[in-house]
């Protein structure tokens, strides 16, 4: 395929990979942390960290829109579904999250609630046309990327008037999460967690650009190369930091230059300044309650939020005791250091939400890696 | 039904008629319905001995093999076939993949009210096509209409019977440590058509099923003379779960190399779009053989020379493995683990 397979060349990799050895002071140890699920994906599927040498450790993220998404969210989705009765629908990643009381979104389905999947935004409002006489909210979640497509299906619906459609609004900003990691006891004050470095988000970045990340080079003085999610790309970037760590300096590298520049998409940050809003606080799994870290709907868009339409409040609901979501989440431990991990919790059987998206943590670890463990 | 009382009675209106409950209830209207649509298409002389059960001539020697499959396909008509071809392929191929000559099938019918009787023969006719291709007949049958609301359209269950000569034996117990592992052609066809049909995706390449019988080639296969141990349709859960289910029964681990993976260009573009494997996707008219190592390139050769293993290819080999895992090393030089599908594959959010 042009312009994949091209990042995903065997014989590169190899040379990337030596590059990489000769270049890692083999005195210290190197840990970074790749922020976003997608990486975590690629490193486990092509089998990135065979090629890496020991003392280059990469360490999973919160960067996956479901792994953050806490119990309490899909509640309220699942009691629109089968207490309000709406027509519920959402991303394919959203259904199998476990939530209140042995239930999930799929689960719900099965119990009598019209819960359906789309591949985007703009299928929810078809279906909201397509059935005048239901009422149909799309279940929006996801980082800056999936942002931008739900302003736009709520534009799309005051354009066609429509009365039966509304967003369950559950977005989340990048930076809020990376600041969290940063400012978490266990990177600041007990240094239990070494973070060397970042790799930064490939489509989150399209849309707000590298600039975002310049404070946390600055401020935390972490080196971040922001880098796309073929497994060529990770490797370039895990040498670019490498490099940077070697020299003492901490800047915002773009290697995803084909796609991402300083600035950003304005349009699209345009039309979602223009419907959303900060919510003063959010509950993020594994992370708690962060400030500024989510959006809202608008007021003048009011009619298209359905928290408001339906009266459903968020109620915070409290993760399984054994699971360790959190800690994995913040790179505190690995999937494998989790009691539940792969007996109690498997994908077939998820517990946290780390093991329901393949790109949360434990599942990529389970699905590619766990050959390692035994 | 007799002569006379065809006098009286309307015949199907095939073109504008719709399925209605009367042509399940098991009287007038459903004798019709199998006379003129059924038995007109599917009809050999077992069908038309016209009892509960057909009597058929005893296989002779060997063992018989007996498979069940019911279909449930949405959209029901599909690039490159349609639900009818394919209640035919997927039990002849089940029977064939044990190592039996298909001889007969039967096909339970649950229709919804409503279905357009148009539809319907569509469906009929191309069945009867791929069994008269396959030279398996259609020999006893079943149907039944549900309430409006309470089907899909259609769902068909087929059943096969077929006969395995003496002293062949093929299971998928039958895999063992330094065996190769071959597939018969592409992977994924099937899984991407429907979807890209169901979706409406409607990609710049049409991507076609793969729908077919298979037991010619694996005729072709056998008297090649290779020792095979195993063989297997990859259809639901792909050839990813296929080989999981074949490294437990077998009790060993297998490792393939991505890059000797027959995928085309199309299905890989496709998945990639939705996050999908195409390790994961259903096909329908491939199968995977697992032979003993020195006879791989003999069967790989016997495959490739039937029009239906063009693109055969070997894929891995068998090892001992406690834990049974298949693995992979990758295109990009990494190993991974090729797991067991957890439910339906979803496609990713960003």
């Known amino acids: 395929m042009r312009y994949i397979d091209e990042f995903r060349d065997g014989e590169l990799a190899k040379g990337l990979a030596e590059a990489i050895r000769r270049e890692a002071n083999p005195a210290r140890n190197y840990h970074f942390m790749e922020f976003c699920g997608g990486h975590t994906h690629a490193i486990s599927r092509y089998g990135v960290s065979d090629l890496l040498p020991a003392n280059v450790r990469m360490i999973h993220g919160p960067g996956c829109p479901v792994c953050v998404l806490p119990i309490g969210r899909i509640d309220q989705a699942i009691r629109l579904a089968l207490e309000a009765g709406v027509m519920l629908c959402t991303y394919g990643d959203c259904l199998r999250v476990p939530a209140s009381e042995g239930l999930s979104l799929l689960k719900a389905k099965a119990r009598g609630g019209d819960v359906q999947m789309v591949y985007s935004s703009a299928d929810a409002v078809a279906l909201a046309q397509k059935n005048p006489d239901r009422q149909v909210v799309f279940f929006a979640i996801g980082f800056e990327t999936t942002t931008p497509p739900t302003a736009v299906a709520i534009k799309q619906a005051v354009a066609l008037g429509l009365k039966n459609f509304s967003v369950l609004c559950c977005h989340v900003l990048t930076p809020s999460a990376i600041a969290s990691i940063l400012e978490s006891p266990e990177v600041r004050q007990w240094g239990t967690v070494t973070l060397d470095a970042f790799i930064g988000p490939a489509h989150v970045s399209t849309i707000i650009g590298s600039r975002p990340y310049e404070f946390f080079a600055e401020e935390y003085r972490k080196p971040v190369v922001i880098a796309g999610f073929e497994p060529l790309d990770v490797m370039l970037a895990i040498r670019m930091l490498i490099r940077q760590v070697n020299e003492g300096r901490a800047e915002v590298e773009n290697e995803f230059s084909r796609a991402v520049d300083r600035d950003g998409n304005k349009k699209a940050q345009q039309l979602v300044a223009e419907v959303f809003e900060m919510r003063k606080q959010f509950e993020w799994r594994g992370l708690h309650v962060l400030p500024y870290s989510a959006l809202r709907i608008r007021s003048q868009f009011a009619e298209f939020d359905a928290e408001r339409r339906f009266s459903v409040g968020y109620i915070s609901v409290a993760d399984h005791k054994a699971c360790e979501c959190g800690a994995i989440l913040r790179g505190v431990k690995r999937p494998q250091d989790c009691k539940i991990f792969g007996s109690v919790c498997t994908p077939e059987n998820p517990v946290g939400s780390c093991m329901v998206s393949s790109e949360g943590a434990c599942a990529a670890h389970y699905t590619y890696g766990r050959y390692k463990d035994v | ?350």
């Not at chain 2, 007969?104 to 008269?132: C, H, N, P, T, W």
Request: charged share 20%; hydrophobic share 45%.
């Open chain 2, 1 to 350: 039904m007799s002569d006379a009382r065809k006098a009286y009675v309307r015949p199907l209106d095939i073109k504008h008629g719709q399925v209605d409950m009367a042509h399940g209830a098991g009287g007038r209207a459903m004798a019709q319905l199998i006379e003129e649509l059924f038995a007109r298409y599917l009809g050999n002389e077992y069908l038309a001995q016209g009892d509960d059960g057909a009597l058929l001539p005893h296989p002779g020697a060997g063992r018989l093999v007996m498979a069940t499959d019911s279909h449930v396909v949405s959209p029901l008509f599909f690039p490159g076939g349609d639900i009818g071809c394919l209640s035919v392929h997927g039990t002849i191929n089940d029977v064939a993949v044990m190592g039996a000559k298909p001889l007969y099938l039967s096909a339970g019918f649950i229709i919804e009210e409503g279905f357009k009787l148009a539809d319907l023969a569509r469906i009929v006719q191309s069945m009867a096509e791929a069994a008269r291709a396959a030279g398996v007949p259609v020999v006893t049958g079943d149907t039944k209409v549900v309430e409006r609301g309470k089907g899909d359209g259609v769902f068909i269950t087929t059943t096969g019977i077929g006969v395995v000569a003496p002293g062949r034996e093929l299971s998928g117990r039958g895999a063992r440590p330094g065996d190769v592992i071959l597939v018969s052609g592409t992977l994924g066809d099937h899984g991407m058509a429907i979807m890209a049909e169901r979706e409406s995706l409607g990609f710049e390449s049409p991507i076609v099923s793969d729908t077919a019988a298979l037991h010619g080639l694996i005729e072709a296969m056998r008297q090649s003379g290779a020792d095979i141990h195993v063989l297997r349709d990859p259809t639901r859960g792909g050839l990813a779960t296929t080989l999981n289910e074949i490294a437990g029964q077998s009790a060993v681990g297998m490792m393939l190399h991505e890059k000797a993976l027959p995928i085309s260009l199309a299905v890989n573009a496709a998945c990639e779009f939705l996050g999908l494997d195409p390790l994961y996707v259903a096909n329908e008219g491939k199968l995977v053989a697992i032979c003993a190592e020195h006879d791989a390139e003999k069967l790989l050769q016997a495959m490739r020379a039937h029009p239906l293993g063009v693109a055969a290819a070997i894929i891995g080999t068998v090892h001992a493995d406690e834990h049974h895992f298949v693995q992979m090393i990758t295109g990009f030089g990494g190993k991974r683990i090729v797991d067991w599908l957890s439910g339906e594959q979803l496609p990713r959010i960003c």
